[in-house]
Every structure is written in C-alpha cells, then in structure tokens.
Nanobody, 121 residues
Framework: QVQLVESGGGLVQPGGSLRLSCAASGSIFSINRMGWYRQAPGKQRELVASITSGGTTNYADSVKGRFTISRDNAKNTVSLQMNSLKPEDTAVYYC???????????????WGQGTQVTVSS
C-alpha cells in the first residue's frame, strides 16, 4: 500500500558529505513524522533524525551539527544531508514514515529497504 524508496548512499572519505533521499508513494492520505534510522553491523537500529509535518526536528546527539533533515510535504519526500562524515557513521540507513492511508486511519509506520553508507579512506 505504501512504499518508501531511499537513494543516495555510497562510499565517502572521512570529512566528506552525502545526501540521502526517501520518497513515499502509494495510498497516502497524510504523513506525520518522517525519520532516518541507521544500523551498523552488530548494533541495534538507532534514530538518526526525525521531522514532523510541521517541521519540528529531532537529532541524535552523535549527529547534531553535522546532519540536517528536511522534507517536502507536497512531494512526500524526506532528505538527510550528512556533512563531516566519520567512520562511525558507517551503517545501513533506513527512512521511515508514519502514514495515514485514509482519513479514519490511525496511522502505521512504514520502512524503506535501506541504503548503505560507508565512510572510509
């Protein structure tokens, strides 16, 4: 019913930048919160950043000042600009969205398939 597709991952040197994008499509009435999570090998998935439909943002302490989350409500997209990347940022990055598919729908959380970000020299 709802699909999230990420793009923009890849290999970058320490100190470099990458921009991740995620587009939601399908049966969408409205989207409240959108966010990015990441999971490194052997570690639990963790929140990186989130943004509400009104633009309120939240960041993990480890990325504050380096990452910026933004969204386009008209296009149902969310982006993550990642600057000053560090090797410890290496992970699979997942976007998610809290989507209502009908006006009476309480909403469900949907996830993308993930995109690999590798920070290495």
């Amino acid at each position: 019913q709802v699909q999230l597709v990420e793009s923009g991952g890849g290999l970058v040197q320490p100190g470099g930048s990458l921009r991740l994008s995620c587009a939601a499509s399908g049966s969408i009435f409205s989207i409240n919160r959108m966010g990015w999570y990441r999971q490194a090998p052997g570690k639990q998935r963790e929140l990186v950043a989130s943004i509400t439909s009104g633009g309120t943002t939240n960041y993990a302490d480890s990325v504050k000042g380096r990452f910026t989350i933004s969204r386009d409500n008209a296009k149902n997209t969310v982006s993550l600009q990642m600057n000053s990347l560090k090797p410890e940022d290496t992970a699979v990055y997942y976007c998610n969205a809290d989507v209502r598919t009908r006006i009476w729908d309480a909403g469900s959380r949907y996830w993308g398939q993930g995109t690999q970000v590798t920070v290495s020299s």
